[in-house]
């Protein structure tokens, strides 16, 4: 039951992209962790919990949906009850929220901000139709001025990339969702009379589009000669995953665009500990 439970709190999204946001704001400070302190990390911690939060919120909300599109997960197959979810959602939340009391004024408003709006989105996503994919990017999105909120940005190269970097993370993750979308037809219908726009080709193709649209400009911090030659090839190899996945089903696609964004970030942060600011 406990590694159901865990299950539940998907780490595989929630771990890295709290991690990066030990990236981004070691970009903004220019490599300088000791500007950040213990800060970082309990900042790290405590968006960890929540985004754990969320997705076994998220379960909770969607149990009909998941009976018929995820029926091998823990809370249609009973192995886990609502109520504890619900428990151990709640619990998640709080702690996470506390911790980030650790953090400074700025981090723990824009964290309960960014709490409320998984909340929402957890609720209401299935009522959204396609706007539930911009508003699931904005909120991945969100981990930038979470970053900014916990230190003062110090001029270098490296902070110009994260102009370029939100507006990658945005369209690779309106991709993505597209791309889950098509898999989902089946249980969303429960909820939105109408999915048939996801079944189409056009959204299909439309979600291909976006995500070479991103991977390409991944290259630009390089070219603009913000990164240097490690970010380069993680970004080459981002690229080739994209083009990889043109030719691929939704469902053998998924994997390649979120080894995409790992290698992106794990690129980005090697390239700075190597190169320097």
Partial sequence: MILALIKLTRPYYSLPLSCGLVVISVYITGGDFDVLGTKLWFACASLYLVLSAAYTLNDVCDIRVDAINSPERALPKGII?????????????????ILAVFCGRRFFAGLVLVAVGLIIYDRYSKKMGVLKNIMAAVLTVSLYPLSFALADPVSTPRLNALTIFPVWLFLTAV????????????????RKRNQSFCESPNFLMTARVIIMAAALLSMLPYVLGYCKLIYLASSIVTIA????????SAAKAIPLVYAGVVLITVGSLADLLVFGP
């Fill in 241 to 248: 995953l994209a083009v990889w996945s043109l030719k691929l």
């Fill in 81 to 97: 009850t609502p109520k504890t979810a619900a428990i151990q959602s709640i619990a998640l939340f709080a702690i996470g929220i």
């Fill in 175 to 190: 991709g993505y969702e597209m791309l889950k979308d098509t898999l989902d037809v089946q249980g969303d219908s429960i």
